[in-house]
């Protein structure tokens, strides 16, 4: 049990890549903080993804919260505080899409999708660093995906907020390396989750041509690299951004 | 306790220096080294202990431990 007694945050782990990162942190003997948005279902939810941490082993408690306002990571990081003391691993996973061409794209759609993508990882860094430079340990994970490697047509909200996240990722490395703390991106490719299932049939199918592997990700292959890089294996690495993506980019 | 020692006691705690080292002439970038991740950590610890506010360009100006001291008594 690799993660016995570490407190690990995953944000936006009620459902999709995030649930998986989760679970798969509780079967390791983690003390987990699921979180979730506020919204209908939402609760229940993040109750059933607690419910299946507990029964394989591990710690699980749950705060919903909105990351991209400031009061409310500093409640996620004294509520992790308050129930398992100290913060050994953070997951920014929570991610939002609103896919449009950019001539059609809102000004809304920009501003949500920045606003919980990037300035959220933001927050919950920022919520987290002092206690974090206290411990002189700690380390961190952002959701980056490949779409903010290589562009993609319709993204150009979530591309850019993916990409920021790796302008991020590599400051905050530098930044907090002198106090033990490592902070890497994982990009994901093409997973199958709710996100991508709204996708249409012939995208996909283009998708599909673009990867080496022919076959789209799963849940659990963005999750094995998030324990890894979170675990002592991964000790000699800090401000990387690690593709997941079937060779999509290389 | 004075303000001084207190400012002591968290620049021993926060820079991990030998409280001897604590004088009131010392830098606390050329005596004590510490970096600029560790002035920021004394300055928000200093703020938390005597409950003041210190802006950045006011934590810029103070550079020694009397800087400090001094600073805190005015704010008071």
């Known amino acids: 049990m690799e993660f016995q007694n570490k407190t690990v945050i995953v944000t936006g782990s009620t459902q999709g890549i995030g649930r998986e990162i989760a679970l798969k942190f509780g079967a390791e003997g983690a003390n987990v903080v699921v979180n979730g948005i506020d919204i209908p279902l939402q609760k229940e939810l993040a109750e059933s993804a607690c419910a299946e941490i507990r029964e394989n082993g591990g710690k699980a408690e749950y705060m919903l919260c909105d990351v991209s306002k400031p009061e409310e990571t500093d409640a996620l990081i004294k509520f992790a505080l308050e129930k398992f003391e100290k913060i050994d691993v953070i997951v920014n996973n929570a991610g939002i899409t609103r896919d449009n061409l950019i001539m059609r794209m809102s000004e809304s759609d920009w501003d949500s999708v920045l606003a919980v993508n990037l300035k959220g990882a933001f927050n919950v860094i920022k919520s987290a660093a002092r206690t974090l430079t206290k411990q002189r340990s700690g380390v961190i994970i952002n959701m980056a995906s490949v779409s903010g490697v290589m562009g993609n047509a319709g993204q150009a909200n979530y591309s850019a907020s993916k990409a920021g996240l790796i302008g991020l990722t590599k400051s905050v490395a530098k930044e907090l390396a002198a106090r033990n703390i490592r902070c890497n991106a994982v990009a994901p490719g093409f997973i199958q989750t709710a996100m991508t299932d709204k996708l249409k049939e012939d995208i996909k199918e283009t998708y599909l041509a673009s990867i080496p592997l022919k076959r789209f990700g799963q849940v659990e292959d963005i999750a094995n690299l998030v324990l890894f890089l979170a675990g002592d294996k991964a000790k000699y690495i800090t401000g990387q951004v690690i593709n997941v993506d079937g060779g999509l980019v290389m | ?76």
Request: aromatic share 6%; hydrophobic share 45%.
């Open chain 2, 1 to 76: 306790m004075d303000i001084f020692e207190k400012v002591k006691e968290i620049t021993v705690e926060q820079l991990g220096v030998e409280e001897d080292a604590v004088t009131m002439d010392a830098s606390f970038i050329n005596d004590l080294e510490a970096d600029s991740l560790d002035i920021v950590e004394l300055m928000m610890a200093l703020e938390e202990e005597f409950d003041i506010e210190i802006p950045d360009e006011d934590a810029e100006k103070i550079a020694t431990v009397s800087d400090a001291v001094e600073y805190i008594k005015d704010k008071q």
